[in-house]
């Protein structure tokens, strides 16, 4: 076994992401509870402490073996570890009066340990409520940002160093380099390849599989596709079954095209049942987001079981497939000390009871999105295939959002959200709170929270004229700094149609109706064809539509444009699409019956999933 790094997992969403990025550095990374025995860790080349939704100084905070820091092993903590390190060792943590979600830009004291060779100002990622107020004996401050006074400290002769920021996100811009670093000053070998990985898995592939049979869902999608082939690879196509469902939740003509492409790239052993009906009669009335997930996973695995009937096939014959992504797991809560951030469909209650009877096959669970890619490239997967724009799962139904009519304004101060508006900007702009709430991820944890949103004042459109463009910056900013500021509010969105209609939409009720969903595919294909012709489908990495129950007359609807950019997807920043691209979709939507306002995310991950729900 190589001599690698050690990852103790305190439920943060990134603990996994930090392994892949230390074998990106082509090193060994191995995961371990935080309480792990000393004895596991001291033959690494170095221990990474990774970030969590807990408080140091809270009593229900994950167990922690501090003899650890005392290995004589190089330490490297990040977000929550950076503030253990400092609590086991002296210093103090406490509440931050600023609260951090997304973008920061960290100004490097001294570019030595960790940070060597980093420019003097960097773009970081933050997720944190907790600072570190005082730093223990022995430490320097390496780095501070403007709402954080300990953003990097070090122990150069302990080889111990804290990091309030996530360098293991991709918009943390010279993160690898940190890491990289660390890995240097552990002295780890350098060994992992991605074809080692493919190589290991088609073995435990066969092992787990032995001398049953594969019954894989497939989306379509990448994730699904290249855990097809991979099975097919492994296996043989005569011990796999491709089952595509039409869940009445895709996307115009999606199902069609799936299986043209599936078919055209030598997968021969692919089916496709519809199953709409069933589903949306399972949906018929339900509204919150984690019932509409719940009762879509239970109903994929239902119509699997009928399928398996229908086909006369053993089902103890036949092993549960699917693409899941480490992003699936950690979302859903799936490893200890992890919130629930919204459970994912191939992470409900009656697929966790096959897991534990070890009746799932996943190859791709420990991998995220670029990986995936990479895998799939490596197989030999068509370009346009590993490329396409994901799709969720459960497809329409969780950017189609429902109401039952209340409107669920909560504890939303509104005259306090005005009142953050900056004198300078509220001459420009006016701020409001929309009466819905979705689903976000802040400090590890899951928020429902309602979105603000922008306006442009009379005399001032946020989207101008052809010739002109849209203040991104501005809208960056005030995004920010109104999610950082106000725990009810999780996502900024701006109005792009009508020039007025702010405060006058009322939530009506709304459910997963084939009529709901119908307006949604119309808009969604308006969405991504204007992707296509404006040659920016390979510039954007995602691009939901969303639909929300949000109406001034009682009967027309409104739509959200959620244009994302990400490698791994568990951050992300908002696109800022071109101005041409955003008049012309503008038009066709508020052309299109049923539709009254259109309004432009302009939120990262964090504080906003990629999805609302």
Known sequence: MSRGIVVLDFGGQYAHLIANRVRRLNAWAQILPPDADVGLVQDAAGIILSGGPSSVYAEDRPPFNEQILHAGVPVLGLCYGHQLICHHLGGRVERGDTMEFGAAELDVLQATGVLSGLRSREPIWMSHRDLVAQIPEGFQILGVTDDCPVA????????????????????????????????KLCECDRDWTMEGFIERSAQELRDQVADRKVFLLVSGGVDSTVAFLMLNQALGTDRVLGLHIDNGFMRKGETALVEELLNASGFSNLQVIDASDEFLDRLAGIAEPEEKRRHIGEEFIAVRDRALEQLELDPEEWLLGQGTLYTDTIESGGTDHAQVIKTHHNRVGVIEKLLAEGKVVEPLSQLYKDEVREVGEKLGLPHHLVWRHPFPGPGLAVRCLCSNGDTGNGAVDRTQIRDLLPAKDAELLEIDVLPIRSVGVQGDGRTYAHPAVLHGRETVAILPGEEEAVDWDTLERLSTDLTNAVDQINRVVFQLAPNRLLGELRLIQGYLTRDRLDLLREADAIVMDALDTHDLMGHVTQMPTVLLPLSSDGVSQSLVLRPITTSDFMTVRFDRLPTAYLIDVR????SLGGIEAVFYDVTHKPPGTVEWE
Do not use: A, K, W
């Not at 038009?587 to 508020?590: C, G, I, R, T, Y």
């Open 587 to 590: 038009d066709q939507l508020m």
């Open 152 to 183: 990097v400290m070090g122990d150069d002769d302990r080889r111990i160093y804290g990091l309030q920021f996530h360098p293991e996100v991709t918009h943390t811009e010279s993160g690898m380099q940190v890491l990289d670093n660390f890995l």
